[in-house]
């Protein structure tokens, strides 16, 4: 099982990848990103019959988009990818998901996926 996802935005999109089907999943995860994404991959994954240790390789849209979302994106699905010793590759652009798909089924692994923001981070200064 392969599995896409898309953390870019408010809305999360997600796709289970395997021999047999494809199945889609999007999520309004607004604010609750960070505390959830990890329990909504679980609970998709059993909708499916399967446990995280079924995944065999993670497709990431690395960007441009959200820098939290990103943030948490890229977090979250490295420390998977780790510590299931799964690969992982990040893609942009308009056909992202078919690259990722693309790149897993020749066995690359970019090991660690970096955010493409689009553009520099607005990060509010301290006060002092």
């Given amino acids: 099982m392969i599995i896409l996802i898309d953390?870019?935005?408010?809305?999360?999109?997600?796709?289970?990848?395997?021999?047999?089907?494809?199945?889609?999943?999007?999520?309004?995860?607004?604010?609750?990103?960070?505390?959830?994404?990890?329990?909504?991959l679980r609970d998709r994954l059993l909708e499916q019959g399967l446990s995280f240790h079924d995944i065999s390789g993670i497709g990431i849209m690395k960007g441009p988009g959200s820098?939290?979302?990103l943030r948490i994106g890229m977090a979250v699905m490295n420390t998977l990818a780790d510590g299931l010793d799964i690969p992982i590759v990040g893609e942009q652009g308009e056909?992202?998901?078919?690259?990722?798909?693309?790149?897993?089924?020749?066995?690359?692994?970019?090991?660690?996926?970096?955010?493409?923001?689009?553009?520099?981070?607005?990060?509010?200064?301290?006060?002092?």
Avoid: M
């Fill in 95 to 128: 056909h992202w998901q078919k690259q990722a798909l693309n790149r897993l089924n020749r066995n690359e692994n970019d090991q660690i996926v970096l955010p493409e923001y689009g553009t520099e981070a607005h990060i509010t200064k301290p006060r002092k």
């Fill in 7 to 40: 953390t870019s935005t408010s809305t999360c999109y997600l796709t289970l990848v395997s021999d047999q089907a494809q199945k889609t999943y999007e999520w309004e995860a607004g604010r609750t990103l960070a505390r959830d994404l990890l329990g909504y």
């Fill in 67 to 69: 820098f939290t979302g």
